[in-house]
């Protein structure tokens, strides 16, 4: 029941179905816990965690990941511990906290693993790295997924290796509007546009590009507009 628990945690998580994932991880703790399964409960803490976060309650869950990282100290950390600790680097708002789980968390890697850690501790140092504004960080994770994956690729993979690196493109022109903020166009070729607030950019047809904030601490707000066939989608994701 408890690894049933999980499992459907991480399933709901993956669908988008957060409050019911958040509950199904909760149930597989609170039994985890009672019949003394330590390794569960760290698990457990983990999906819950994860659900947390998702759901803005980032406090709450960052206090439950330390917990987790905790446990899983306890009964193995390179089973689960690049995980969890990948995790608690989302969830964190304290930079300290962040860098220190995702250096501890790429040296296990580094020093070999169960290949679960490896799929989701880049995931999850991508989206650490974007939240702050550490592009070139969330590049080199992406290129970490891609050498990890290359023997066997995965569709899974090659969308979060996608996203880490930003790349895209678009069937029709793109009108961009920055409202808020610094940024700068990056295409394929090496070309760079910079703007700011109050200006706007062209992003052209089928052209890999993709569009930064040239801010690590400040939020840069675009409005985008297109005109295209409404059966295309309005961009496409591009691994480099």
Not at 88 to 117: F, Q, Y
Not at 139 to 153: H, N, S, V
Request: proline share 5%; hydrophobic share 40%; charged share 25%.
């Amino acid at each position: 029941m408890v690894a049933r628990g999980g499992a459907c945690a991480l399933i709901l998580y993956e669908l988008g179905d957060l409050e019911r994932s958040a509950e199904e991880a909760d149930k597989a703790w609170k039994l985890a816990r009672r019949i003394g399964a330590r390794q569960f409960e760290g698990n457990s803490q983990k999906h819950l965690g994860r659900g947390l976060t998702a759901l803005g309650r980032r406090e709450e869950a960052a206090a439950l990941l330390e917990e987790g990282v905790a446990v899983c100290r306890e009964t193995g950390f390179r089973f689960m511990g690049p995980e969890l600790l990948s995790a608690l680097a989302v969830a964190t708002d304290d930079p300290a906290t962040r860098e220190r789980a995702l250096t501890e968390g790429e040296a296990i890697l580094l020093s070999g693993c169960p290949s679960h850690n490896y799929l989701f501790f880049y995931r999850d140092a991508i989206e650490a790295s974007l939240a702050v504004g550490t592009w070139d960080e969330a590049e080199r994770y992406a290129a970490a997924l891609k050498d990890y994956t290359r023997p066997e690729p995965l569709p899974w993979a090659d969308f979060v290796i996608a996203r880490g690196g930003g790349w895209h493109k678009h069937s029709a022109p793109v009108y961009v509007y920055l409202s808020e903020g610094l940024a700068t166009l990056e295409l394929e070729d090496g070309k760079l546009d910079h703007f700011q607030a109050g200006e706007a950019v062209i992003e052209p047809a089928n052209t890999v590009m993709r569009t930064v904030n040239r801010s690590a601490t400040e939020p840069a707000v675009f409005v985008t507009f297109q005109v295209s066939d409404p059966e295309q989608p309005f961009s496409e994701a591009v691994t480099k």
